[in-house]
């Protein structure tokens, strides 16, 4: 398992944007980790947002998502970011990154194996 730490929350206005980072740390981040990004709202189940295999060939949105978030990874720094634009009210939640150990895209929260504590995004109307 790996260590994550996001950054970059915080309270905007729709229309606004934000970049969300994961710092890995514990164990080599290498192109064999998957990383995703999931969100949570209150009163509602968690939900995957965004995920990217380990060499950054391959990624996944969540429809509501596509096209207004982009997701990168810098395996250099080992870190990965969530681009954030054009937000929404409703996409107020919790954000947690996470890794599996994977060549395989993954979308799934079950197949993550290692999590972050979690970033507010807040998105004021």
């Known amino acids: 398992q790996v260590q994550l730490v996001e950054s970059g929350g915080g309270l905007v206005q729709a229309g606004d944007s934000l970049r969300l980072s994961c710092a890995a740390s514990g164990r080599s981040f290498s192109n064999y980790y998957t990383m995703g990004w999931f969100r949570q709202a209150p009163g509602k189940e968690r939900e995957f947002v965004s995920a990217i295999t380990g060499n950054g060939g391959s990624t996944a949105y969540a429809d509501s998502v596509k096209g207004r978030f982009t997701i990168s990874r810098d395996n250099s720094e080992n870190t990965v970011y969530l681009q954030m634009n054009s937000l929404k009210p409703e996409d107020t939640a919790v954000y947690y990154c996470?890794?599996?150990?994977?060549?395989?895209?993954?979308?799934?929260?079950?197949?993550?194996?290692?999590w972050g504590q979690g970033t507010q995004v807040t998105v004021s109307s």
């Open positions: 996470a890794a599996v150990r994977s060549v395989m895209l993954r979308t799934i929260a079950a197949n993550f194996d290692s």
